[in-house]
């Protein structure tokens, strides 16, 4: 499919910046008095990382020796590395692509096929690149991190290369008739960098230009126009954003007939400014600055996150608008709604999709997945419901390609359903039709029969109702003895939603475990306004929530405090962290995955700056009030009995600084806390793991820890 979207929409979550240093006196690191730990932030420094490769060592020789632990980790690599997963493709011209990784391929294959050769149940696919020969023969552990082709031939691609799975990429031109980079085409060297066509002699490029070229969060805030064969000092000036921004970026749709090129600045993680560029002119777009643009064509569509008044009309927070481009470009602000939220109704996050002649919408339904489909007939739009699947999770995406002359495939889509206990299935849809031909269904990696799933809800201590789902293994009773994992994130408007896990399945169902996720506010399960309830004073809504789920938990004798623990990752780390400290008579175990746990120096510390519209800012006194009481470096004490608790972080980890978890387990540890543990993979970035191997190898140790902790 081809159409286009704001730059800022597609950059939630992609957090990444320069490795942060120690205050320094020349030679010498000298710690602030109040924290002793600081030469921990040294991403590379020798001491950290033996401090680090030590507690690894310690952490690995405990986990390792729980019975069944090389059997647990052996079942996760068979999932990971199963054959039969769908390869989840996307659409150019006459080929679908599709990145893939298993056994023989560690770091993956970028390979294609066609769609009818696809179809069949072994297709035959073009190897474009191999990672694995290619990483071997540069002697550099890459891992793959996407590319930009270009249309309409699809032979020249941008590729990006990541180094050990950090945010940070390397990119450089290939050459798909010869599957070669091409010499002394477009490349820049490792940069946290964003380089997109703008036709076959330009690229439009945001990265470090040097000195003043970056943000405070680590982000290019100069997009620049390179012309193929000059030097990239030649490059001309595009847009700047300022140097308080989060970043700068564009946009480009080279749609016949609708060329268009906008470029903006994040003004913060959750607001854009955006322009049209037109010649060497800019042209402001008039939108609410919270809210995501899209376009296809003729049109504009404004997905709303806050209230939106136009006149005496005032659209809801969670709304979509749709006007023509062109009156808007004008000033026109007639907009038709597309979709108007309820209490329990939104859509989900990155679920408005595009057609040539529909818009798709992925709706969350009391955190259940509904679609629907609208187009424009007769001056109006009209609205049908897809008969799909329910109650789990659904997503779309479509086909078109506009350079592709008389599209078979310009009203056809991907349609994606699973839920806790069905396998995910990819069909192909067409707008109008609710037939649809199954393409693809991933394995059944264990046997769900007498499994059962239920959506419950507690009330948090305001009164709010929290909505969670509990997956039960087969034959558990409520009893209060069950091992349970109690799984959150709350934040950054992103929904826990149903899905399966062949992993949670042959590692923990299959032993007895319950499964619990939580929908907790700062996601975005009943759209943006659940999010901003959950947002900067208001942080701790979250945590008040997730603790309210652990209680009603225990009080339906799902579970008990001794056989309860919690797991989170990232913001979800933060969260588990502040839980755990708050209320630690709750929980026997904790799993805190690349985590922030410092949040008064979070700022400071790689892409921290860009993440202030979430938390606040702990340099205003008023603000730093509202952060000081869940922020788990500064709250946790000596003297307290906590849950026994295992540290995942990554080295490579250029998104949420490892020195959160360093410093968090040298404290515990400094305080004489004894179940602590610590592991720090030495690859992966901010997802931990840069392979499966690797990958099957920390789920195995948090599994593990959790298994023996809470039986």
Not at 440 to 460: C, L, N
Not at 592 to 620: F, K, Q, T
Request: with cysteine; charged share 25%.
């Amino acid at each position: 499919m081809r159409f286009s979207v704001s730059a800022a929409a597609r950059w939630v979550m992609l957090l990444c910046c320069t490795t942060a240093l120690p205050f320094s006196i020349g030679a010498q690191t000298v710690s602030p008095p109040d924290d002793p730990h600081l030469w921990l932030e040294e991403v590379q420094g020798e001491r950290a990382l033996a401090w680090a490769r030590e507690r690894n060592t310690q952490s690995q020789a405990v986990l390792e020796a729980v019975p069944g632990f090389a059997q647990t980790r052996a079942k996760l690599l068979e999932v990971l590395d199963n054959r039969d997963q769908i390869p989840y493709i996307s659409r150019r011209g006459e080929h679908v692509w599709n990145f893939w990784k298993d056994a023989t391929n560690k770091r993956g294959l970028w390979r294609r096929t066609t769609l009818a050769e696809y179809r069949k149940p072994q297709p035959q696919w073009e190897t474009l690149l191999d990672v694995d020969a290619l990483g071997k023969a540069e002697n550099e552990n890459w891992v793959w991190a996407g590319a930009d082709c270009l249309a309409p031939d699809y032979t020249r691609c941008l590729l990006s290369l990541s180094r050990g799975g950090a945010d940070a990429t390397v990119i450089r031109e290939f050459d798909l008739a010869t599957h070669t980079f091409v010499q002394d085409g477009f490349a820049l060297p490792e940069a946290k960098s964003r380089m997109q066509w703008k036709d076959a002699s330009t690229v439009l490029v945001s990265t470090d230009f040097g000195p003043g070229s970056m943000t405070k969060s680590g982000y290019a805030r100069i997009v620049k126009a390179w012309t193929r064969g000059t030097p990239l000092t030649d490059a001309r000036m595009v847009f700047e954003a300022l140097e308080s921004d989060v970043s700068a970026y564009a946009s480009v749709d080279r749609t016949p007939g609708f060329e268009r090129v906008v470029v903006g600045r994040s003004t913060d993680f959750f607001n854009t400014e955006e322009f049209l560029l037109q010649g060497t002119a800019l042209k402001r777009l008039d939108k609410p600055s919270d809210a995501a643009l899209l376009w296809r064509r003729d049109w504009a569509f404004l997905q709303l996150r806050s209230d939106y008044s136009v006149g005496d009309k005032t659209y809801k927070a969670g709304t979509l608008l749709g006007i023509r481009f062109d009156a808007w470009l004008g000033g026109d602000k007639n907009f038709d709604v597309l979709f108007e939220p309820t209490a329990t109704r939104s859509i989900a996050r990155g679920g408005v999709k595009l057609t040539r002649d529909n818009v798709l919408l992925s709706i969350l339904d009391n955190v259940a997945g509904r679609v629907e489909e609208l187009s424009y007939q007769k001056g109006h739009w009209v609205r049908r419901a897809v008969d799909a699947p329910f109650p789990g999770t659904l997503s779309v995406g479509g086909l078109h390609d506009p350079f592709v002359k008389d599209d078979p495939l310009a009203n056809s889509y991907f349609l994606n359903y699973a839920d806790f206990m069905t396998p995910d299935s990819l069909y192909l849809g067409q707008a109008g039709s609710d037939k649809r031909e199954l393409l693809k269904s991933r394995p059944r990696f264990y046997d769900a029969d007498g499994m059962r799933a239920e959506q419950q809800f507690a009330i948090s201590k305001d009164g709010t109702k929290v909505p969670y789902f509990v997956v039960w293994p087969k034959g558990a009773k409520a009893d209060g003895t069950n091992p349970t994992v109690l799984y959150g994130y709350g934040g950054y408007q992103i929904s826990e939603l149903p899905r399966y896990s062949g992993e949670y399945g042959v590692a923990w169902h299959a032993k007895g475990g319950v499964l619990v996720v939580t929908n907790i506010r700062g996601g975005g399960e009943f759209g943006p306004t659940w999010h901003t309830s959950a947002t900067k004073s208001n942080k701790q809504r979250s945590y008040d929530d997730f603790a309210a789920v652990a209680e009603d938990l225990i009080a339906r004798k799902i579970t008990g405090p001794k056989h309860l623990g919690i797991y989170g990752g990232s913001n979800g780390g933060l969260l588990v962290g502040a839980v755990m400290v708050q209320r630690p008579e709750l929980f026997g175990a904790v799993v805190c995955a690349v985590p922030l746990l410092d949040m008064r120096r979070y700022h400071m510390l790689l892409a921290g700056n860009s993440w202030m519209a979430e938390y606040g800012n702990p340099d205003i006194p008023e603000e730093w009030e509202w952060i000081k009481p869940y922020s788990p470096y500064q709250n946790v004490k000596a003297g307290v009995r906590y849950p026994k608790v295992l540290f995942t972080t990554s080295t490579r980890d250029d998104r949420v600084h490892p020195a959160h978890a360093r410093k968090m387990v040298a404290r515990m540890l400094e305080q004489g806390h004894k179940d602590v543990l610590y592991y720090e993979n030495m690859e992966g970035g901010h997802g931990g793991a840069a392979d499966n191997s690797q990958r099957a190898q920390l789920q195995a140790l948090r599994l593990a820890f959790l298994w023996s902790a809470l039986k």
